[in-house]
């Protein structure tokens, strides 16, 4: 019994250091490819996703509020000419990530108790 309790923790871990990886690879790809005026920042719900659905909403709201601020205050609206977001901007980018984030963790949260 207490094997399969370690070998869950470590892939739960695993879990958790890979969509944070993914994150940060989002970070990259965003920046690469021209900053947040580009669809490509969108790539982020999915390792929010996966946190949310996995861990619930507390641990997912907390990974929704890390890849805001990837993508917020210092990540260019348009790398090759340098131009900021407006902070009203990455705001409502980390509120739509907490939302998203929410939600799929209520609904995780709700079926792990039943």
Request: charged letters at 10%.
């Given at each position: 019994?207490e094997?399969?309790?370690?070998?869950?923790?470590?892939?739960?871990?695993?879990?958790?250091?890979?969509?944070?990886?993914?994150?940060?690879?989002?970070?990259?790809?965003?920046?690469?490819?021209?900053?947040?005026?580009?669809v490509?920042?969108?790539?982020?719900?999915?390792?929010?996703?996966?946190?949310?659905?996995?861990?619930?909403?507390?641990?997912?709201?907390?990974?929704?509020?890390?890849?805001?601020?990837?993508?917020?205050?210092?990540?260019?609206?348009?790398?090759?000419?340098?131009?900021?977001?407006?902070?009203?901007?990455?705001?409502?980018?980390?509120?739509?990530?907490?939302?998203?984030?929410?939600?799929?963790g209520?609904?995780?949260?709700?079926?792990?108790?039943?």
């Amino acid at each position: 019994m207490e094997q399969g309790i370690i070998a869950k923790l470590k892939k739960h871990h695993l879990i958790l250091i890979l969509a944070f990886a993914v994150s940060l690879l989002v970070m990259v790809i965003v920046y690469l490819t021209g900053g947040t005026s580009k669809v490509y920042s969108h790539l982020m719900y999915a390792p929010i996703a996966v946190v949310s659905s996995v861990y619930g909403k507390k641990a997912g709201l907390f990974h929704a509020i890390i890849s805001g601020f990837l993508l917020g205050p210092f990540m260019p609206l348009n790398v090759g000419e340098q131009i900021a977001q407006e902070p009203v901007n990455w705001i409502t980018r980390m509120i739509l990530f907490a939302g998203i984030s929410m939600i799929i963790g209520f609904f995780s949260d709700y079926d792990q108790k039943n």
